[in-house]
């Protein structure tokens, strides 16, 4: 499907570990060795899309909290145990 060998696909992280099962693969090991010197640097930015009920209120803004274990372990929440700084900006691109 993807047109090369599995041979060739490197995993070069999981998004948001522990939370969803998107791998990101670099199709051999430069493009691997250039993700990585990105994430390094800090270079390294992830985008998401969502679908939602609603617009949010503002339409654009930061989501800004620690997060960290919730209660169930696999789970995590805005302020559990042993967060970690987290900062998500936001905008809306659509609404129907």
């Known amino acids: 499907?993807?047109?090369c060998s599995p041979r060739e696909l490197h995993p070069t992280s999981?998004?948001?570990h522990g939370v969803s099962g998107v791998v990101l693969f670099a199709r051999g090991a430069a493009a691997r060795a250039?993700?990585?010197e990105a994430?390094?640097?800090g270079r390294y930015?992830?985008?998401y899309v969502?679908?939602?009920h609603r617009a949010p209120v503002p339409a654009a803004g930061v989501w800004d909290g620690?997060?960290?274990e919730a209660p169930r372990r696999?789970?995590?929440q805005v302020g559990g145990r042993n967060a970690e700084a987290a900062r998500s900006e936001y905008r809306l691109i659509a609404q129907a």
């Open 1 to 3: 499907v993807l047109g």
């Open 14 to 16: 999981r998004l948001d």
């Open 34 to 36: 250039r993700l990585a």
């Open 39 to 41: 994430r390094a640097a």
């Open 45 to 47: 930015e992830r985008r």
């Open 50 to 52: 969502a679908l939602a």
């Open 66 to 68: 620690p997060i960290g």
């Open 74 to 76: 696999r789970l995590r």
